[in-house]
């Protein structure tokens, strides 16, 4: 555990005791695809606040722990989801003074992205875990704990936004892939319906975003058709040119 002892250099004068308790805890948006729906991964709280409602996995930090270890502890322990995400980045942090009734409690929020997520089981103070599709959500179907809506909302238009002008769709695809796979990816995360002959030439366009994987030769006498030709993620982090998020059309009905 650190030492806050004053010393020269922290102020003599300095008592930690002298300023107000607060927590700091970490909350984990888990995105995947589940057969072309994007899904979140949830927990249902099995202790108070919040007894029995939907929740986002998360919990407080250790005192000699770094956030993004805390978020990986997390999501262990109430989830039993021990796989490392293939993409975790942190989003925000919210800090309303009455979003935890308990004390002040100020939390980081983390997003993440895996391809193959094994299947979710409540642990610690988690009654229950389970893949749960955004749009329930959304709709207002499910209802979470504290301010988590808010959170994944956050966390959703920056998974929308990374997806325009960074190559992290292919994290939500296994190693190899179709095109066709890929935009799925980007129908599910967007919720639209991209044309697939203009989505094949921006990706194949784009420079280092997916290559190809070499196939062996057809053999003579092989029936059936050409299989689809199989990508894998190239070395490219950012899109250039960046693919565009369809716009809404927000004209009233005639």
Not at 78 to 100: A, M
Not at 121 to 134: F, H, I, K, T, Y
Not at 168 to 191: H, I, M, Q
């Amino acid at each position: 555990m650190p030492d806050h002892t004053p010393t020269p250099d922290t102020g003599g004068d300095y008592n930690p005791r002298d300023y107000p308790a607060v927590a700091v805890t970490v909350d984990i948006v888990m995105f995947t695809i589940v057969d072309a729906e994007l899904k979140v991964l949830l927990i249902q709280r099995g202790t108070p606040p919040f007894l029995g409602q939907w929740a986002l996995p998360g919990g407080f930090i250790h005192p000699d722990e770094d956030l993004a270890d805390a978020a990986r502890r997390e999501l262990a322990e109430e989830t039993g989801i021990h796989q490392d995400p293939g993409h975790l980045e942190q989003f925000g942090s919210y800090g309303d003074p009455d979003r935890d009734p308990r004390m002040r409690v100020v939390t980081v929020g983390f997003w993440a992205i895996v391809s193959d997520l094994p299947t979710p089981a409540g642990g610690s103070d988690a009654r229950n875990a389970e893949l749960v599709a955004v749009s329930e959500v959304e709709s207002g179907r499910i209802r979470l704990a504290f301010d988590h809506a808010t959170i994944l909302a956050d966390a959703l238009e920056t998974a929308r936004s990374k997806l325009e002008s960074t190559t992290l769709a292919a994290a939500f695809c296994g190693p190899e892939f179709t095109v066709s796979d890929l935009r799925k990816v980007y129908d599910a995360v967007w919720n639209t319906e991209l044309d697939a002959g203009n989505f094949q030439r921006k990706v194949t366009k784009s420079k280092g975003f997916i290559e190809p994987v070499e196939m062996p030769p057809a053999r003579h006498g092989d029936k059936g058709g050409r299989p689809a030709s199989l990508w894998t993620p190239g070395p490219a982090e950012t899109l250039s040119p960046p693919i565009s998020r369809p716009i809404e059309d927000q004209s009233p009905p005639s």
